[in-house]
């Protein structure tokens, strides 16, 4: 399976940027997806997970600005980020085959999860 993001650039502080995430086969449906984010000089790090059934979990610091969303028939992953801050500022990837437990709330990436090339966001103060 190939993941290929597009939607990143650059925006001022309080702007908006949506995110896609197109899967080369019908796997939207079927695993829980996310995106996932590495600001330089870190590690990556969760930002937002949605499950077969479109039941979504964030990360705390983005609760509230971000949503994902999904569109089966598309098969495109898409992450909406409005009032974006200086601290947002990463390379987000696509992911399919997160780890998703929605009885506790956990979800990570593992060995299988599925990766995309990366989309760099710049939020400037």
């Known amino acids: 399976v190939q993941l290929v993001e597009s939607g990143g650039g650059s925006v001022q502080a309080g702007g908006s940027l949506r995110l896609s995430c197109s899967a080369s086969i019908n796997i939207v449906n079927r695993f829980c997806m996310g995106w996932f984010r590495r600001a330089s000089g870190q590690a990556r790090a969760g930002v937002g997970v949605?499950?077969?059934?479109?039941?979504?979990r964030y990360t705390d610091a983005v609760k509230g600005r971000f949503t994902v969303s999904k569109d089966d028939a598309k098969n495109i992953l898409h992450l909406q980020m409005n009032n974006l801050k200086p601290e947002d500022t990463a390379t987000y990837y696509c992911?399919?085959?997160?780890?998703?437990?929605?009885?506790?709330?956990?979800?990570?990436?593992?060995?299988?999860?599925?990766w995309g090339q990366g989309t760099l966001v710049t939020v400037s103060s």
């Open positions: 992911a399919a085959n997160v780890v998703c437990r929605p009885a506790d709330g956990v979800w990570y990436a593992d060995a299988l999860t599925t």
């Open positions: 949605i499950d077969r059934d479109g039941g979504t």
